[in-house]
């Protein structure tokens, strides 16, 4: 590679000081990878992004203050598309799930060896998605997990037009209680705090549409 060839740019957003050497020494040995940036806490990712504009972000989700996915979101929310990859100790399905949604276009665990992370900073700046084989299997299963019944949809379709539990339980021949569970397990899944976000949230996912 020539030494005029464009490098990946990287700030690295993580507050253990052992993997942060890890990937200095990395860089160090990658021509086309340069570290621009090291920061220990979200507030100071935000801050040092606007500084640097780096073409890939490696986000730890345990963070002190503002965690990783939160600080995702708030990249995402001041400069659009940005590309992250994240690198946890954990590998939750949940973790993974909440790191996908706020828009993490890779996830790695950081036990995985060098290679494996070069890789994946490759791949997230070229465009792609990275996610291996075990992580990818726990998303599919999280996603699957996600995906409401065939009753949550119509109870959903039903909120959307304003009815309420009573109202939707009358129609559809079920206890108002019945009508509970199945808009509790809709928020859940659709990960949203009320009635109105979890419409919003399907309409734009394309699970339900307005007539």
Do not use: W
């Amino acid at each position: 590679m020539s030494n005029r060839a464009k490098k990946i740019r990287v700030m690295l957003v993580e507050d253990h000081i052992l993997i942060r050497m890890g990937l200095t020494t990395a860089s160090q040995l990658m021509p086309d990878i340069e570290l621009v940036a090291e920061v220990e806490e979200g507030e100071e990712a935000v801050e040092c992004y606007r500084k640097h504009r780096p073409d890939v972000v490696i986000m730890d989700l345990r963070l002190p203050g503002m965690d990783g996915v939160q600080t995702i979101g708030a990249l995402r929310r001041e400069f659009g598309t940005v590309v992250v990859l994240v690198l946890s100790t954990y590998a939750a399905d949940d973790d993974v799930y909440r790191a996908i949604q706020a828009g993490a276009a890779g996830y790695l665990l950081k036990d995985m060896p060098l290679n494996t992370l070069v890789d994946a900073i490759r791949s997230v700046n070229s465009g792609h998605n990275y996610f291996p084989p075990g992580i990818s299997d726990r998303l599919a299963e999280r996603l699957r997990q996600a995906v409401p019944t065939d009753r949550e949809l119509l109870v959903l379709q039903k909120i959307a037009k304003g009815m309420s539990n009573k109202e939707i339980g009358s129609e559809l021949g079920i206890t108002e209680g019945t009508v509970k569970a199945h808009v509790t397990n809709i928020l859940n899944k659709l990960n949203s705090s009320d009635r109105t976000q979890a419409v919003t949230t399907a309409i734009k996912r394309g699970i339900i549409h307005l007539e």
